[in-house]
């Protein structure tokens, strides 16, 4: 789903192959595998903390989430932390409060459902190949602790796709994937073969592991308005979200047929009810017209803010929609 200061927006994209959504399956005999099912719009984007982000925080939340017979969460543990406490309560919070599911069936009192939450500072980088990694691939005990993620290298080529030397520019939150990633490709990456000597970038994508819905969150290193008015801690950038309202559009990959991970990037003004206007600018395109179109309509009829107020007055912000 990343900064020196206050975040703008803590963006968020789901993460299995080339797919939206990795649904979480149960983990309880009285639900057969597959059949526990998101209600729609609740499992919105999780806040990243401003302090985390002026702290450099960064990891992967595991979560089992027990689920009684309504689809409400009752109760939520940290399997593995993120390595900071204040990430991990954050997850914990917020799908506690606002992610629903729908209703078990009749005589299944409760069921678990496994999610990872990934929080990034800084926006993945752009890749030249990207490459997804099979079950037999990941490290040992790697898919039992259900690791999921993806990592961006940094290659030098010699001639021919021979690789000379690498480094991890961007990881997954797991280090056992990243050190493994670069193991995998530390001779010739084949899909590389044409190109010539020079530093190529590539994406080594670990699945979600079956069972697991993973979300992860991003945050960008912007000067954040927000630091000029301590009432709005909080907030991103300035402005407070209504975390129930900034839920993710729907993108037909499938349709379209993009590679990779695309980010639309708006900057939009809030009126006085906290609802974006039409007076937004398109900042950074996805390269696709129809993916910018379906984000920008999406946050001005989805997404809403709390009203401006005299301790807290910022209006305008940028925001990035990831869609992968």
């Not at 968020?12 to 009285?30: G, K």
């Not at 719009?41 to 806040?47: K, L, R």
């Not at 974006?276 to 809403?304: C, M, T």
Request: neutral net charge.
């Amino acid at each position: 789903m990343r900064r020196r200061a206050f975040q703008y927006l803590a963006v968020i994209a789901l993460l299995p192959l080339w797919a939206s959504v990795a649904r979480a399956e149960a983990n309880d005999q009285c639900l057969p595998p597959g059949k526990l099912k998101v209600l729609d719009n609740t499992h919105s984007m999780i806040p990243y903390p401003p302090f985390s982000v002026q702290l450099d925080e960064q990891g992967t939340t595991s979560l089992r989430v027990t689920i009684e017979n309504d689809g409400l969460p009752i109760d939520a543990t940290v399997r593995r932390s993120s390595g900071s406490d204040r990430l991990d309560v954050a997850a914990v919070n917020h799908i506690k409060t606002y992610w629903k599911w729908e209703a078990l069936p009749q005589g299944c009192a409760k069921t678990d459902a496994s999610i990872n939450i990934a929080w990034h500072i800084g926006m993945p980088p752009k890749f030249a190949v990207g490459l997804a990694m099979l079950p037999s691939f990941f490290p040992p005990g790697a898919l039992d602790r259900m690791e999921a993620g993806d990592t961006y290298l940094e290659l030098k080529l010699d001639q021919g796709g021979t690789v000379n030397s690498g480094k991890v520019i961007y990881g997954s939150g797991f280090p056992d994937l990243d050190e493994k990633a670069l193991t995998l490709v530390n001779k010739k990456v084949q899909d590389l073969a044409d190109q010539p000597a020079g530093i190529e970038t590539v994406l080594i994508r670990w699945p979600v592991p079956l069972g697991v819905e993973a979300m992860s969150i991003y945050a960008d290193r912007f000067v954040s308005q927000a630091s000029k008015y301590p009432k709005c801690i909080g907030s991103a950038g300035g402005i407070v979200p209504i975390p129930t309202t900034h839920t993710v559009p729907n993108h037909p990959r499938e349709t379209i047929g993009w590679k990779g991970i695309k980010a639309t990037i708006l900057q939009i003004t809030i009126d006085d009810a906290g609802v974006p206007n039409k007076e937004f600018s398109l900042i950074q395109s996805s390269g696709y017209p129809f993916l910018d179109r379906l984000a920008e309509e999406h946050v001005l009829s989805k997404w809403r803010y709390a009203p401006p107020t005299s301790e807290c007055p910022v209006r305008t912000v940028k925001i990035s929609i990831l869609i992968d």
